[in-house]
């Protein structure tokens, strides 16, 4: 759903629930938004109360935005086809797996990331909101560091819309 700036607010609340705490420019990398659009979604949650500065121009959830987070959550996932969910994730665990024993090998990562587009292709088509994630693991591919947060991140997201 639409929020201050145009975004959208499960997406707003996952990112600064999944960075820990987010400035308006973090938010708009991570989204793919304008920073006048992250700044008034970020002003938004702040005027809400559900979230609240944490230093340094960052603002972190707080126990509302957490609640409201979760809500959004559950009303996600009864939107997606379990069953068939299913199978995408049973298709992610094992690049996951092999993920995970990957070093900084810049062109290992390359051929996991071209392997996993397919099963990225229909998380995306069940959860739209996590398309976003394709453009952060391309834009990361060049630093296996950064490639891994989004990685994970993503996992997260998977996995958590699985019901896991």
């Not at 230093?55 to 959004?72: K, Y």
């Not at 900084?104 to 996993?116: E, K, N, S, T, W």
């Amino acid at each position: 759903m639409a929020f201050a700036g145009n975004v959208d607010e499960l997406a707003l609340l996952q990112t600064v629930r999944l960075k820990g705490a987010v400035t308006a420019d973090l938010l708009a990398a991570q989204l793919g938004v304008s920073a006048a659009s992250a700044q008034a979604a970020l002003d938004a949650l702040l005027a809400a109360g559900r979230a609240a500065d944490s230093g340094d121009g960052a603002v972190a959830l707080t126990e509302s935005g957490v609640a409201e987070l979760t809500d959004q959550l559950d009303a996600e996932r009864v939107s997606i086809d379990e069953d068939l969910f299913a199978e995408v994730v049973e298709r992610f665990e094992p690049l996951d797996a092999e993920f995970a024993d990957l070093t900084d090998d810049a062109a290992a990562i390359a051929d996991l990331d071209r392997r996993a587009s397919d099963v990225f292709d229909d998380v995306s088509a069940y959860v739209p909101r996590l398309s976003r994630y394709q453009e952060l693991l391309a834009d990361s591919l060049a630093d296996a560091a950064a490639y891994t947060v989004v990685w994970s991140e993503l996992r997260q997201e998977i996995l958590s819309a699985a019901g896991r």
